[in-house]
């Protein structure tokens, strides 16, 4: 069999999820992620993107598995220190992640953002190659009843407490030179839409021009992971934003959102009475149980995407 | 009694513990210290001020007394990540000690040196004024056998290895709003050269001309404390750049180098020989033992000092 690679698009920490459940069932080198940077902003002068890192740590085996962000065994002396001189502590900074960040802002001074990610990775020891969408600032804008939020003010300091109106992705932005060449390898045996949230995680990924319509144009089935659960999102407020938007808070919403995209859907069990409504939108559907807790769980959702891709691919080699 | 306030200039370790001996033994908002910000630089984007962050560190009780620089119950994590990350360790930040630095990197954005120092000198609870000698960056080189050295790159990276040649103050450099004040103050009643090195920690703030004329123009008094006791410095590499500089490593030569400015000089009782050759400048002794370890150590050099401005004083009011 020849070289297959693979490509997912995520955001943080349920498309890391499924990240690293691709990465235990792939060889070395077959897989590569490209990370949302939307959510990237500057904090006390730091370049801080929370995705690429959530990605990192978590295949690096160094994630804080209580928050979802930041690293374990963290320590806390920098941020309680800041709060005694009167600094801002709405965005948390953990002792170690605060040197991923400072390393960061060393690189970026010679360096792209891809290349800065890269150096990052290896000196974490992660294989996989984690490929920011843009090297370039693409800063997801929140409309809120609350106003304009910059993405961190809204999910951070107000806890994705204000009702979203809207949600507004830069134009013409460019993508990152690794995702452009990963999207355009011959090899590539899927295209892979992560459970990260579709309009916060994966959307600005895909308003990328180049991107998007390099997926289109790819002939890689693009299979996605549903990020809902009998209508709850496992983690953060995807349900609550699909409220605000006016939307049904089903995969079957999920699957009518990325319809003319996907080939094929991986959906939880709970929700297996909405597949034949999903096929009516020309996409497959795989049944499993797709809640994410060990690494059992994340190989089991893997290999769901992995065998719906292999039965969805152009010229299926069987046997 | 009318108030009369103490002006103390000083650098790092040395001079901060005879400013803890002065606050010790005056009252609250008596003493004003003008700090060296020769040492400053900008290390990992952030503007670090080593003499003014050991003055704040040792007057409000955090100061580590085992290095000198940076806070007791440090802890290490930052350094240790960065580390792994390829990042520059040369320089070492603690993960409380960093957090002065962000919040003055944050604070420079609207505020001045002098502002900023007093806003971390509130927040640490330290009563005593701590006055930048400059506004502006004022950084000292160091010329060596070895080339011309920033400060920080001679004496942390390079550990005050390389001989010293010269060492030069940048020109027309502008006095801190706040120095210039308390220099100009009617009631000041002595002005204190720290026992601080004289050629890296007390020479930058005097080569501000403002500074330097309005200690010679000032009718208070002007009291040193020797930095070396027997020929050799406590901490640092005093006596060996006097040796560089081709000086005598002795009292006499610290006598003779600030002869002109002084009044008054406390030295050592190992020294005490010298005390005729020294008042012979023009200069008056006090004779102690200058150590200072403990706090009662600092309060007596401290009483020497006080105790000598009060017989040079102009008006002296005894009894």
């Known amino acids: ?70 690293v374990r065994d963290e320590t806390w002396s920098f941020m309680e220190r800041l709060s005694d001189l009167g600094g801002p502590t709405w965005f948390r900074l953990g002792d170690r992640d605060l040197a991923m960040h400072m390393r960061r802002r060393e690189l ?24 920011p969408m843009s090297d370039d600032p693409a800063p997801t804008v929140i409309h809120t009843t609350a106003g304009r939020l910059a993405f961190q003010d809204y999910f951070v300091r107000r806890q994705a407490e204000p009702a979203v109106t809207n949600i507004t992705y830069p134009p013409d932005v460019a993508a990152g030179l690794g995702a452009m060449d990963a999207l355009s390898d011959p090899s590539l045996a899927a295209i892979i839409i992560t459970p990260s949230n579709p309009w916060l995680s994966i959307a600005p990924i895909l308003s990328i021009q180049a991107i998007k319509s390099s997926i289109l144009k790819s002939t890689a089935p693009v299979i996605g992971v549903s990020p809902l659960i009998g209508g709850q999102a496992v983690k953060g407020p995807t349900a609550k934003i ?5 939307l049904a808070q089903d995969t079957l919403a999920i699957a009518q959102h990325y319809a003319g995209l996907l080939d094929g859907l991986v959906i939880d069990a709970q929700d297996a009475a909405q597949t034949t409504a999903i096929k009516r939108l020309g996409i497959e559907v795989r ?18 995407v992995l065998s719906l891709a292999r039965e969805l691919a152009p010229q299926a080699t069987h046997g």
């Not at 699909?242 to 006016?246: A, C, D, I, V």
């Not at 049944?287 to 769901?304: G, I, P, Q």
Request: aromatic share 4%; charged share 20%.
């Open 1 to 70: 069999m020849t070289h297959q690679s693979y490509l997912a698009l995520s955001g943080g920490v349920g498309g890391a999820k499924l990240v690293l459940g691709l990465e235990a069932q792939l060889r070395a080198g077959q897989l590569q992620v490209i990370a949302n940077t939307g959510d990237d902003f500057e904090h006390l002068g730091l370049p801080i993107s929370p995705d690429i890192d959530t990605l990192l740590y978590t295949l690096a085996g160094c994630a804080n598995p209580a928050t979802g962000w930041g």
């Open 108 to 131: 970026r001074g010679t360096h792209s953002l891809t290349e800065t990610t890269e150096i990052l990775a290896r000196a974490l020891g992660v294989a996989t190659q984690v490929l």
């Open 287 to 304: 049944v499993t149980n797709t809640l994410m807790r060990k690494l059992e769980d994340k190989t089991r959702v893997a290999d769901a």
């Open 242 to 246: 699909m409220r605000e938007l006016g």
